[in-house]
């Protein structure tokens, strides 16, 4: 077989793209005829004659919006190497999704939908940078969510062991206690488990198998989703360790809402925006030009100034500063989220916990911008529990909250309420103070409270609660006072913070 002809016509092919690619923007005209003459397409001039493009069809580049890599992205590009700006283009970048774009619809520009907007493709590095103004982002943590690493595998084996060997006349002992993590990741799963265990001189050997569970993470609902033995993920209820499933929020993935700074200001050409605080860099992203606002700033802390700076592309540099008293104090809403879990309770979770069906289900709704409103219930065979709480910010940068739990405990028969309340507020530039109180009724319990009978009367105290467990001639302190859970109970607590000013970092010369 001739190879010849076949490493001529690739040798034309290639020194026509070496052509194009010394020719930048510039337009080559080549000699079609000659082409044609060694076998190959006509169309290849006129595809090389200008800069360096996309290849037509689908194809994996890297994509990256205001500096920040996303990961990588299947892009469809037409017969000019111009991407299919879609719906799931603008969801793998974390843009917002235009109301009025139809399903399968591309958009030709972006600036289409973002006047504002920047595309810059680096055909040379299949990559596809965009810039982009703050209000087209889907939200503070929507590069988060886009750019969720997905696959892959891996093992870990965390170990924390400690022995202690000591000795004297009256003898020696030595004691050995470690705590071991082992797990791995397989595809999108996550397997963990946690063991301790303990020796002495005296022969006495324990280990304790604390959890086990398989989690998966779900990027586009934000929800983590765990099986086997489990500790309850409420923020409501006390609860005790389940064998079975539930589900939360990703943390990683929900909005980071930071203290309610913002700064405005403009860009007169496509520009680096940089915010500091204390001399810390907390947020740097690229800008395009024009006006923008920046909101919800990742702040170190609530009593300094925040240095902006705004670097154009020529290296003209200007700053401005937001006093800290316009986000000190500032109330943070939180993201709309649910938990739920369901299981049975595990024999060893504690002392009068039966291994009966356990479920519970709480989630976290933002009412405006001013204001938090929590909910939820917990069921099992012999408890049952309904709570509700609100968080928010009052006059004068008061911050407060407020927590009412309404329990049933078949165990011991009775009925409570429990009340928690907090107030905060800063007093002066460095100085915050705090008030908080808890108080609940002779027949709250929680579900992690050992049962406690209250059909009897202690002597003397005036109150009903379990009766003494010893004899009379038995002086057990503990058993003969009721514990605090059978009382009627009011607790006060005040507090005053005072905050250092963060070490200022020394500047250092910016190159270039």
Not at 179 to 190: E, I
Request: a positive charge.
């Amino acid at each position: 077989m001739n190879t010849k002809p076949r490493l001529l016509t690739m040798a034309i092919a290639a020194a026509i793209a070496q052509m194009s690619l010394m020719a930048h923007a510039e337009e080559i005209e080549f000699d079609v005829k000659t082409i044609e003459a060694r076998g190959l397409s006509g169309q290849i001039a006129d595809y090389f004659k200008r800069e360096k493009r996309f290849s037509p069809g689908a194809g994996i580049v890297t994509l990256a919006v205001n500096g920040v890599d996303i990961g990588t992205a299947e892009v469809l590009f037409n017969s000019e190497g111009q991407p299919c700006i879609d719906k799931p283009f603008l969801e793998r970048a974390g843009l917002k999704i235009p109301v009025s774009m139809a399903e399968g619809q591309c958009l030709g520009d972006l600036r289409q939908a973002y006047p504002q907007a920047i595309v810059r493709l680096v055909p040379g590095r299949e990559r596809i940078e965009l810039i982009v103004p703050p209000d087209a982002l889907g939200g503070p943590d929507s590069t988060a969510a886009a750019g969720y690493s997905k696959g892959g595998w891996g093992g870990v084996f965390n170990y924390d062991v400690l022995g202690v060997q000591s000795g004297g006349a009256a003898g020696s002992s030595s004691l050995l206690q470690g705590m071991t993590d082992l797990g791995f990741n397989a595809g999108d799963w996550v397997v963990r488990s946690r063991q301790s265990f303990s020796s002495n001189s005296n022969g006495t050997s324990t280990l304790d198998h604390q959890y086990a569970y398989a989690q998966r993470s779900f990027a586009q609902q934000k929800q983590v989703a765990q099986a086997g033995e489990l500790y309850v993920n409420n923020s409501l209820f006390a609860a005790p360790q389940i064998i079975g499933v539930q589900a939360f929020p990703e943390e990683a993935l929900r909005r980071n809402l930071g203290a309610g700074a913002s700064a405005t200001g403009i860009a007169r050409t496509q520009a680096r925006v940089e915010v500091r605080q204390a001399g810390a860099l907390i947020y740097s992203t690229l800008m395009p030009p024009g006006p923008f606002t920046l909101n919800q700033l990742p702040i170190l802390t609530p009593s300094a100034d925040l240095q902006v700076s705004v670097i154009e592309q020529d290296g003209e540099t200007r700053s401005f500063t937001v006093p800290f008293s316009s986000f000190s104090g500032t109330f943070v809403p939180r993201e709309k989220g649910w938990s739920a879990a369901l299981g049975r309770i595990r024999s060893q979770a504690g002392p009068g916990l039966d291994a009966d069906w356990l479920g519970t289900f709480s989630g976290v709704m933002p009412m405006g911008g001013r204001a938090n409103l929590a909910g939820g219930l917990m069921l099992s065979e012999k408890y049952r529990a309904l709570g509700g709480g609100v968080d928010g910010q009052l006059p004068w940068k008061i911050l407060g909250s407020a927590k009412a739990l309404l329990a049933d405990d078949a165990r011991s028969g009775t009925r409570g309420l429990q009340f928690t309340g907090t107030l905060s507020a800063p007093l002066a530039r460095r100085l915050s103070a705090s008030l908080s109180t808890v108080q609940q009724t002779p027949g709250y319990r929680d579900l992690t409270n050992a049962p406690i009978a209250a059909t009897s009367m202690q002597p003397g105290s005036g109150m009903t609660g379990p009766a003494p467990a010893t004899s009379p001639t038995t002086h057990d302190t503990a058993a003969s006072t009721p514990p605090a859970s059978a009382m009627a109970t009011t607790r006060w607590a005040v507090s005053a913070q005072a905050m250092r000013e963060p070490r200022r970092l020394p500047g250092r010369p910016r190159s270039g």
